[in-house]
């Protein structure tokens, strides 16, 4: 087993351990793994005990899991890769259910909400559909087209036995007979990809967006359109970083069979270009509704000043002595629409998106058709890369 085929799982197993152990502080305080409290109840101790206890099982977990990829690596180096991140996976799952349900519990003995003054349910925002990604669209398909043309002007040449798939070395260890869909395959899965994703786009700029009950409407209106935006861009340059990665083992087979590790590195340049649109997806979003929270602070801001001005009335101690968020009223307690607080569904709310209560960016709503239809399409999508996974291994 070669250092790279080791150190790559070593070090993918410890990122998602680390996003997992940092993940309760990247929430908003009302919503503690997830579970909606009052501010006022936002430091209780049962809530700090609670996490405390999901992040020590995030440590354990990880530990369990790399002794279990270093142990599983000799003998069955792709189980072992497998094993150890579905263990984490399964064990932080198992960790944060347990460590919710304990804030619930205390919720619900302490009656948190019952002298909570909340918010009316927020609806959704209206918003002009920002331009699809037409510019990537067609980046991509000329990326195609071009790695079609180099295809069309080395086949002649071509082996009549050709590499489909590449191992943890860098080596080619799965040959096929020299044919259109041998040689030509991966780009015509490239070009589906890349419509299918372009079609995405449409849904992701169409689906409405859930207002923010302290927002007004014409700062929801700002915070959505950045919101789709950001998702329109982001299906985007998912659907050139798919091109790339997609054409570069096929190229570099053709041009350069003897290229030791160049598919191979290819492919992580690949995956780490899809992770930094993630992230930057991630950031845009943070960053819209940061906008619209900087608006409308400030303007409470301006409003708690002027209440001070002499002859503007007298003001309750609470507002002299805290921030002017303090007396706003809290979130409404709507846990009963959040399955374990991971899943989201709610028929009486229009939108189809809605912010994630644990973990950063945005979830479906499953009580509406798109949600359903999208979680579908998701799952078939996943199932279907690791069906795919599974019969290249073999």
Do not use: C
Not at 13 to 27: D, E, F, K, Q, W
Not at 157 to 167: F, Y
Not at 193 to 198: E, H, I, P, R
Not at 282 to 291: F, G, I, P, Q
Request: hydrophobic share 55%; no cysteine.
């Amino acid at each position: 087993m070669t250092a790279f085929a080791l150190l790559f799982p070593l070090a993918i197993t410890t990122l998602i351990a680390v996003l997992l152990y940092g993940m309760p502080s990247l929430m908003p305080a009302t919503l503690p793994l997830g579970v909606s409290v009052p501010r006022a109840r936002s430091g209780d101790p049962a809530v700090t005990r609670h996490v405390r206890a999901y992040r020590m099982a995030i440590i354990a977990s990880w530990i369990l899991s790399l002794a279990l990829l270093l142990g599983l690596s000799p003998t069955v180096p792709a189980a072992a890769v497998l094993t150890s991140v579905l263990f984490l996976v399964a064990a932080s799952t198992v960790a944060y259910v347990v460590a919710r349900s304990g804030i619930v519990r205390a919720k619900r003995r302490g009656d948190w909400y019952a002298d909570a003054t909340v918010r009316p349910p927020a609806n959704v925002a209206s918003v002009q559909q920002p331009p699809a990604p037409v510019g990537w669209l067609v980046f991509s398909l000329v990326v195609l087209l071009v790695a079609f043309g180099i295809g069309v002007a080395v086949y002649p040449s071509l082996p009549q036995s050709v590499p489909v798939h590449w191992g943890a070395s860098g080596q080619p260890d799965r040959f096929a007979p020299k044919g259109v869909w041998s040689v030509f395959g991966p780009l015509i899965i490239g070009v589906l990809v890349a419509a299918g994703l372009f079609a995405v786009s449409f849904a992701v700029r169409a689906a409405p967006v859930r207002a923010d009950q302290s927002l007004t409407a014409e700062q929801n209106e700002r915070r959505a359109s950045l919101i789709q935006s950001a998702g329109s861009s982001l299906i985007g340059r998912l659907t050139a970083a798919t091109a790339i990665m997609i054409v570069w083992p096929a190229v570099v087979s053709w041009l350069w069979p003897d290229a030791s590790g160049a598919v191979i590195a290819g492919i992580v340049v690949g995956v780490a270009l899809m992770l930094i649109v993630v992230v930057a997806f991630v950031l845009a979003s943070r960053r819209a509704a940061a906008t619209a929270r900087v608006a409308v602070d400030g303007d409470m801001l301006g409003a708690s000043a002027r209440s001070r001005r002499p002859g503007a009335g007298s003001v309750s101690a609470a507002h002299d002595s805290g921030p002017a968020h303090a007396s706003t009223p809290d979130a409404p307690d709507d846990d009963r629409y959040w399955k374990g607080g991971l899943i989201y569904v709610n028929r009486d709310d229009p939108a189809v998106f809605v912010q994630r209560r644990f973990g950063v960016g945005w979830t479906v709503n499953f009580g509406r058709p798109g949600g359903v239809l999208f979680g579908v399409v998701l799952v078939v999508l996943v199932v279907a890369a690791i069906v795919s996974a599974l019969v290249a291994g073999h």
